[in-house]
């Protein structure tokens, strides 16, 4: 299997829930405890600064470390100062909170280093992973590598999908989107 087929299909069932445990974060009637949820929703438009910075936008950060269970009591916020960035394989950049990240390690973790396809997989997503600060204004600094891998050079759009942040340059986002809206309807038949 080449190596993008695999980390594509592994990214792919990270996004239909396969393989993880509590991926869409909803409370597990067996659990003691409800699990959080950040339900990012929307799209912003910002601008990475000279030195690499992102600003994550307010509504984003206002949702930061949100319990299920009191989404709008301020106490039941965790204090968060660092995402989980990640590269993906289609050129966008996602990032999540640790909380989000510590499950998605724990899955991971569990792929066997004797397997040759599973050690791979392991190689090729803590490859692609960084953890960023998030500083006292909200931004998180980017790394070159990071910027080259989704072809940022100034302007972003930031899409809250839920439970992480997806990353995209805007002429590349537009591509897709445009290349993709006669996917749409038959997508959203087949999935929902």
């Not at 445990?21 to 912003?44: C, D, S, V």
Request: aromatic share 10%.
């Amino acid at each position: 299997m080449e190596l993008d087929s695999l980390s594509s299909s592994f990214f792919y069932s990270l996004k239909q829930g396969k393989g993880w445990n509590g991926w869409n974060y909803l409370h597990n009637a067996g659990a003691q405890e409800t699990r959080p949820m950040a339900g990012f929703i929307g799209k912003e438009r910002h601008a990475v600064d000279e030195k690499g910075r992102l600003m994550i936008p307010v509504k984003f950060r206002r949702k930061f470390g949100q319990s299920l269970s009191s989404p709008l009591d301020e106490a039941s916020c965790e204090h968060i100062d660092s995402l989980c960035i990640i590269k993906t394989p289609d050129r966008s950049l996602e990032l999540y909170e640790p909380f989000v990240w510590n499950d998605m390690r724990k899955s991971i973790s569990g792929l066997s280093d004797f397997n040759p396809e599973e050690r791979l997989l392991k190689m090729l997503m803590y490859e692609s992973l960084e953890l960023v600060e998030l500083d006292r204004q909200g931004r998180v600094a980017l790394s070159r590598e990071f910027l080259d891998h989704a072809g940022i050079s100034k302007d972003v759009v930031i899409i809250g999908a839920d439970t992480k942040m997806i990353i995209w340059e805007p002429e590349r986002l537009a591509t897709l989107l445009q290349e993709s809206a006669s996917r749409f309807a038959s997508l959203a038949g087949r999935y929902f």
